[in-house]
């Protein structure tokens, strides 16, 4: 069983930042991998992010070079950092934990201004 609560969403303009948080309720050595998706509305939940317990992280296109995936271990936390924020990038954002089977946090908004 693994709980997940993210944090760190809200308003921002086009070509600012974020840090979404994502606390787990265990080592993040027990997990197999944190990911981080998406859903705009109207859209279906994406990838966004993710890391691995051994530290490998990888990114889907559209946010390579903007977002980066960390954690700190000794918080069992997970960080996405959003730079270069986009309109098209607002959406819900879930953290998800893969161990015996996906765990899902509540999601957080985030919202980019034009």
């Known amino acids: 069983q693994v709980q997940l609560v993210e944090s760190g969403g809200g308003l921002v303009q086009a070509g600012g930042s974020l840090r979404l948080s994502c606390a787990a309720s265990r080592s993040l050595f027990s997990i197999n991998a944190m990911r981080w998706y998406r859903q705009a509305p109207g859209s279906q939940r994406e990838f966004v992010a993710s890391?691995?317990?051994?530290?490998?992280?990888n990114y889907v296109d559209f946010v390579k070079g903007r977002f980066t995936i960390s954690r700190d271990i000794s918080k069992n936390t997970v960080y996405l950092q959003m730079n270069s924020l986009k309109p098209e990038d607002t959406a819900v954002y879930y953290c998800s934990a893969l161990s015996s089977r996906d765990y899902w946090g509540q999601g957080t908004q985030v919202t980019v201004s034009s």
């Open positions: 890391i691995t317990s051994g530290g490998t992280t």
